[in-house]
């Protein structure tokens, strides 16, 4: 059983358009998050949520919008996207929002052309 | 200047070599944390440390937090241990070592 997915793995668009990434955690987790991989492989947060309320909003453009509908589901959705959005983004989990040990999903591979 | 560096950046080994991969912080941090990038993408939570050394398998974690260092060692490295390895702290406060990225030759 997959503990953390996101969909989908890779995503194509071209500039301009509007998309969303979806998460699912089946870990019973309270806390959720979305972290940005650029090209070089940097790791950065962009929002954290802890059972449905946005407790992380890190300098991220207002395009970048999360929602969580349940404490399981933490999807990201992007408007008028731009070149520099194409990166990898994780979504992950973790027990609660104490810093403790996160498990993390697949990454969806977003590429804007 | 990144307040997780990691050392070195990149890594090149025999198999059956011990490695060490280093990382010091300039921030207050709870606890420290080591993940592993697999070429393929995926990332895992090898190693959560507060304080001391843990173990598991081939891979020890230790830290120091009077000095604000931490080292994953790799003992009878394999080729299957060839990753990204990153440092990282999570809490009220995010912060990411650059990764190391190692690859270890049949």
């Known amino acids: 059983d997959t503990a953390v997915s996101q969909t989908p793995k890779y995503l194509v668009t071209q500039m301009g358009n509007d998309k969303s990434i979806k998460c699912e955690q089946n870990?019973?987790?309270?806390?959720m998050y979305w972290y940005k991989q650029d090209s070089k492989k940097f790791l950065k947060i962009m929002f954290s949520?802890?059972?449905?309320?946005?407790?992380i909003n890190e300098t991220v453009p207002n395009r970048f919008s999360p929602k969580s509908p349940d404490k399981a589901h933490l999807n990201l959705h992007i408007n008028s996207l731009e070149l520099g959005d194409s990166a990898v983004y994780f979504c992950?989990?973790?027990?609660?929002?104490?810093?403790?040990?996160?498990?993390f999903g697949p990454g969806t591979r977003l590429t804007v052309l | 200047k990144n307040e997780v560096e990691q050392s070195p950046q990149n890594l090149t080994a025999q198999e059956g070599e011990f490695i060490t991969i280093n990382c010091s912080y300039s921030?207050?941090?709870?606890?420290l944390h080591w993940l592993q990038q697999h070429p393929g993408g995926g990332i895992v939570s090898l190693f959560m440390?507060?304080?001391g050394k843990k173990k598991h398998g081939r891979l020890i974690a230790t830290i120091n937090i009077q000095e604000k260092h931490s080292s994953l060692h790799i003992t009878a490295s394999h080729p299957r241990d060839s990753a990204v390895y990153i440092c990282?702290?999570?809490?009220?406060?995010?912060?990411f070592g650059t990764g190391t990225s190692l690859t270890v030759i049949p």
């Open positions: 992950a989990s973790s027990p609660d929002r104490a810093g403790g040990t996160q498990y």
């Open positions: 870990l019973g987790h309270d806390t």
């Open positions: 949520y802890n059972n449905k309320e946005l407790i």
């Open positions: 921030v207050g941090i709870s606890a």
């Open positions: 440390l507060s304080s």
């Open positions: 990282a702290s999570f809490g009220n406060q995010f912060y």
